[in-house]
Structure formats: C-alpha cells, structure tokens
Nanobody
Framework: QLQLVESGGGLVQPGGSLRLSCAVA?????????IGWFRQAPGKEREGVSC????????KYTDSAKGRFSISRDNAKNTVYLQMNSLKPEDTAVYYC??????????????????????WGQGTQVTVSS
C-alpha cells in the first residue's frame, strides 16, 4: 500500500526559499508513479502547482510557479522534491503531495486533474509573510 510523507513546510519571508519533500513509501520505484504537488489557500480551490511523470520524467508547472519552482526526484531515496524560490505571500497555502499509479502507462505525461491521483499526503503548511 502506497504512503506519502511530506515535510519541509514552514514560515518564510517574501523572497525566501523552501524545499518540500515527499517521501514515497512503496515497493515500486518512482517510474510507476506520477507525483503532483497541489496547494490550497483559504477560500480557494485546490490547484496543481507542479508534477513529474513516471519513467518519462517530464515535468509540468502552473504559470505562477514557472521560473520560481522546480520539481525533482531522487529515485534512490524514493523522494520527490519541490524547490520553491522567490516566494510570494500569494504562495501561502497548504501544499499536498499526491501520487497517481500509472500501471503500464509509465510514460504518460503528468496532469493537474485531481481525480487522476489516488493517494494524497497529509499536507504541509507554507506561510510566506514578513
């Protein structure tokens, strides 16, 4: 059974950086999962921020994250990271890591469709404030 363990959230000043981690506890390696980062701010719907595909290792970013955020993975550690630089107050949200089991479709590009993701982490709070 797949489990996701998130860490790295906290309080940071505008312009600062944080790196979120999503440890994927699974008997299968990350080639078999697309991993997405989503966030939900108070009063807003949850939105996709970034995702990384399985064996294809392609990445995707929402417009607001492009150029500031970077998603990566370490297969040896079964961990996916979201490096967040130049943080803005509007980045304040609960950030969730989610996994989509790909089955045989290991080269499928990742998407921001929440319904595609089967397993979700507990969320980690990111607060950007002076």
């Amino acid at each position: 059974q797949l489990q996701l363990v998130e860490s790295g959230g906290g309080l940071v000043q505008p312009g600062g950086s944080l790196r979120l981690s999503c440890a994927v506890a699974s008997e299968f390696n990350l080639d078999y999962y697309a991993i997405g980062w989503f966030r939900q701010a108070p009063g807003k719907e949850r939105e996709g921020v970034s995702c990384i595909s399985g064996a294809g290792r392609s990445t995707k970013y929402t417009d607001s994250a492009k150029g500031r955020f970077s998603i990566s993975r370490d297969n040896a550690k079964n961990t996916v990271y979201l490096q967040m630089n130049s943080l803005k107050p509007e980045d304040t949200a609960v950030y969730y890591c989610a996994a989509e089991g790909l089955g045989l479709q290991i080269f499928r590009q990742c998407v921001f469709t929440e319904e595609e993701y089967d397993i979700w982490g507990q969320g980690t709070q990111v607060t950007v404030s002076s």
